[in-house]
Protein backbone atom coordinates (compact mmCIF):
# COMPACT_ATOMS: atom_id res chain seq x y z
CA UNK A 1 0.00 0.00 0.00
CA UNK A 2 3.05 2.21 0.37
CA UNK A 3 4.29 3.39 -2.60
CA UNK A 4 7.71 4.91 -2.56
CA UNK A 5 8.76 6.39 -6.02
CA UNK A 6 12.37 7.76 -7.25
CA UNK A 7 12.93 9.70 -10.54
CA UNK A 8 15.46 12.39 -12.15
CA UNK A 9 18.28 9.67 -12.86
CA UNK A 10 19.96 9.82 -15.95
CA UNK A 11 23.44 10.07 -18.01
CA UNK A 12 25.61 13.06 -17.42
CA UNK A 13 29.21 14.01 -18.14
CA UNK A 14 32.06 14.54 -14.93
CA UNK A 15 31.63 17.73 -13.48
CA UNK A 16 27.19 18.07 -14.17
CA UNK A 17 24.61 17.99 -12.13
CA UNK A 18 21.25 16.41 -11.21
CA UNK A 19 18.17 16.02 -9.11
CA UNK A 20 16.60 13.11 -8.22
CA UNK A 21 13.00 13.45 -6.43
CA UNK A 22 11.22 10.91 -4.69
CA UNK A 23 7.66 10.84 -3.31
CA UNK A 24 5.82 8.16 -1.00
CA UNK A 25 2.04 7.81 -0.84
CA UNK A 26 -0.25 5.61 0.75
CA UNK A 27 -3.20 6.02 3.33
CA UNK A 28 -2.59 6.04 7.12
CA UNK A 29 0.57 6.33 6.90
CA UNK A 30 2.63 8.93 9.27
CA UNK A 31 6.22 9.45 7.46
CA UNK A 32 9.04 10.30 9.30
CA UNK A 33 12.92 9.95 8.38
CA UNK A 34 13.52 9.67 4.60
CA UNK A 35 16.51 9.18 2.52
CA UNK A 36 18.98 8.28 -0.25
CA UNK A 37 21.30 5.43 -0.63
CA UNK A 38 22.97 3.97 -3.41
CA UNK A 39 24.59 0.84 -4.60
CA UNK A 40 27.24 0.74 -7.34
CA UNK A 41 28.01 -2.45 -9.35
CA UNK A 42 30.16 -4.76 -7.06
CA UNK A 43 29.25 -2.66 -3.80
CA UNK A 44 26.78 -2.61 -1.14
CA UNK A 45 24.14 -0.77 -0.63
CA UNK A 46 25.87 2.65 1.12
CA UNK A 47 24.05 5.65 2.19
CA UNK A 48 24.18 8.80 0.72
CA UNK A 49 22.17 11.35 2.48
CA UNK A 50 19.31 11.59 5.07
CA UNK A 51 16.89 13.81 6.36
CA UNK A 52 14.68 14.25 9.51
CA UNK A 53 11.10 15.06 10.43
CA UNK A 54 12.71 18.21 11.87
CA UNK A 55 15.26 18.74 8.63
CA UNK A 56 18.15 17.87 10.25
CA UNK A 57 21.03 16.05 7.74
CA UNK A 58 23.28 13.55 7.55
CA UNK A 59 25.67 13.08 4.59
CA UNK A 60 28.03 10.31 3.50
CA UNK A 61 31.25 11.90 3.62
CA UNK A 62 32.17 11.16 0.16
CA UNK A 63 28.79 13.47 -0.78
CA UNK A 64 29.55 16.15 1.06
CA UNK A 65 29.95 19.68 0.58
CA UNK A 66 28.44 18.40 -3.59
CA UNK A 67 25.14 16.78 -2.67
CA UNK A 68 22.17 18.51 -0.55
CA UNK A 69 19.16 16.82 0.58
CA UNK A 70 15.50 18.49 1.05
CA UNK A 71 12.19 17.77 1.96
CA UNK A 72 9.01 19.00 1.84
CA UNK A 73 7.08 17.21 4.52
CA UNK A 74 3.54 18.47 3.80
CA UNK A 75 4.28 16.67 0.01
CA UNK A 76 5.86 13.48 1.68
CA UNK A 77 8.42 14.59 -1.34
CA UNK A 78 12.56 14.56 -0.90
CA UNK A 79 14.69 15.71 -3.13
CA UNK A 80 18.43 15.08 -3.77
CA UNK A 81 20.52 18.26 -5.96
CA UNK A 82 23.84 16.46 -7.10
CA UNK A 83 26.35 18.40 -8.13
CA UNK A 84 30.09 18.29 -9.52
CA UNK A 85 29.16 14.67 -10.04
CA UNK A 86 31.98 12.53 -10.51
CA UNK A 87 32.16 8.52 -12.34
CA UNK A 88 32.53 7.28 -9.19
CA UNK A 89 28.54 8.80 -8.21
CA UNK A 90 27.50 6.00 -11.05
CA UNK A 91 24.89 3.65 -9.25
CA UNK A 92 21.45 3.31 -8.21
CA UNK A 93 20.13 5.62 -6.24
CA UNK A 94 17.35 4.21 -3.74
CA UNK A 95 15.21 6.51 -2.13
CA UNK A 96 13.19 5.32 1.38
CA UNK A 97 10.80 6.37 4.25
CA UNK A 98 10.75 5.26 7.44
CA UNK A 99 6.92 4.85 7.60
CA UNK A 100 4.74 4.13 10.91
CA UNK A 101 0.63 3.19 10.38
CA UNK A 102 -2.00 4.47 11.66
CA UNK A 103 -2.39 2.02 14.62
CA UNK A 104 0.81 0.56 14.74
CA UNK A 105 3.96 1.31 16.82
CA UNK A 106 6.68 0.06 14.64
CA UNK A 107 8.80 2.17 12.31
CA UNK A 108 9.36 0.20 8.61
CA UNK A 109 11.60 1.35 6.28
CA UNK A 110 9.81 1.42 2.16
CA UNK A 111 12.30 1.39 -0.79
CA UNK A 112 11.73 2.91 -4.22
CA UNK A 113 12.97 0.37 -6.67
CA UNK A 114 15.86 2.80 -7.47
CA UNK A 115 17.10 5.37 -10.20
CA UNK A 116 19.80 4.90 -12.49
CA UNK A 117 22.62 7.86 -11.96
CA UNK A 118 25.69 7.33 -14.79
CA UNK A 119 28.48 10.04 -14.58
CA UNK A 120 30.35 9.55 -17.54
CA UNK A 121 32.39 11.44 -20.42
Known amino acids: QVQVVESGGGLVQPGGSLRLSCAAS????????MGWYRQAPGKERELVAT???????NYADSVKGRFTISRDSAKNTVSLQMNSLKPEDTAVYYC???????????????WGQGTQVTVSS
Open 96 to 110: NADVVRSGAILTYRY
Open 26 to 33: GSGISINA
Open 51 to 57: ISTAGST
